[in-house]
């Protein structure tokens, strides 16, 4: 089983709560995307279904740690969100499918476990759905819920189960994890700062170009100071992005809108995008200024939630952006 990055002693705690048979039939696992949340719960569904367990934690040799680690337990369930272009959820034909699962009795192992990857990504009648399982749950299933935004949930859900935070990382775990995958130095400096303390992220931005994803928004925001941003450049830029997803997008504007506060408060807090400094230092924007446009970027993340045309909202975001810094 792959290694866990940081979180040492939520695990510590978690595997004890196993040693000793308290683990809870319901349980949260709470933080953000890419931060070792399934990893982690893996690791605890396989040291919950494991033959020799070691103070809670996987043997890894036995049949139970092999067939855990090949996804092929016939005790672990994973639910996770279908992807259709624009939505992403759990529908209820899911969680109906689990349940007459998790009904039967374990076949391997003392008990079986049920991750639900994403949940708050379940719609009200699948959500619904689960409660009834939770409420009354078999009394030999465990049930893992991993999410990203533990508001979402029912109120119903989260009274139900038992929370477990799981922390942003910080850089320097991110950067060295990036090493040891053999990524180089300067570039895992890089991307663990702008990685926001998600080692998933980290590693989406290795593969999608993040770097440059950064670079891209620094260089708008630079020509806009000098006032070198044209039109051209705009509609150019629109066609550009205008084959791009809209994830990609959003996290254009959230780069933009980092090295927007990074600009306005580099004095007063620790900046996301310490290693731009010498450059952000050389980008004078009035604070009034600066908190338009980060109200903007934050309009138009809102936006992208709608079915407006990507190329159309990029190219109206740059005009805006611009008049702002321009206007008098
Ligand atoms: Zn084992």
């Not at 078999?138 to 139900?160: D, Y």
């Not at 980060?294 to 975001?317: C, F, M, P, V």
Request: proline share 3%; net charge positive; aromatic share 6%.
């Amino acid at each position: 089983m792959k290694n866990l990055i940081g979180h040492e002693a939520t695990l510590a705690y978690l595997q004890k709560n196993i040693a000793q048979g308290k683990f809870p039939h319901a349980v949260i696992f709470s933080g953000e995307e890419g931060v070792g949340k399934r990893l982690a719960a893996e690791i605890c569904v396989a040291g919950l279904l494991c033959e020799n367990p070691v103070d809670g934690s996987p043997c890894g040799v036995c049949e139970s740690c092999r067939l855990v680690a090949a996804r092929s337990h016939p005790d672990f369930y994973v639910v996770e969100a279908e992807a259709t272009k624009t939505t992403r959820n759990i529908k209820i034909g899911q969680i109906r499918e689990m349940q007459s699962e998790a009904a039967l009795r374990p076949i391997n192992s003392a008990r079986r476990v049920v991750i639900i990857d994403g949940a708050e990504l379940m719609n009200n009648a699948a959500a619904n759905c689960l409660l009834k399982t939770i409420e009354e749950p078999p009394s030999q299933t465990i049930f893992i819920l991993l999410t990203a935004s533990r508001s979402s949930l029912l109120m119903t859900i989260r009274s139900r189960c038992m929370t477990v935070h799981f922390d942003k990382l910080k850089p320097a775990q991110i950067r060295d994890a990036l090493i040891t995958q053999g990524v180089d130095v300067q570039e895992a400096e890089r991307l663990s700062v702008i990685a926001d303390g998600s080692f998933g992220r980290a590693l989406k931005l290795k593969d999608s170009g993040g770097a440059q994803l950064r670079e891209m928004a620094l260089d708008t925001l630079e020509k806009i100071c000098r006032a070198e941003l044209s039109n051209e450049d705009i509609f150019k830029t629109g066609a550009e992005m205008s084959d791009w997803s809209r994830d990609k997008f959003a996290d254009f504007l959230t780069h933009v809108q980092k090295i927007l506060r990074d600009i306005c408060f580099a004095e007063v807090l620790e900046p996301y995008n310490s290693d731009l400094m010498p450059r952000l230092s050389k980008i004078k924007i009035p604070e009034r200024k600066n908190f338009l446009m980060i109200e903007t970027g934050a309009k138009y993340h809102k936006r992208l939630k709608s079915n407006a045309n990507l190329r159309l909202l990029a190219e109206s975001y740059f005009m805006q952006i611009r008049k702002i810094y321009h206007r008098g």
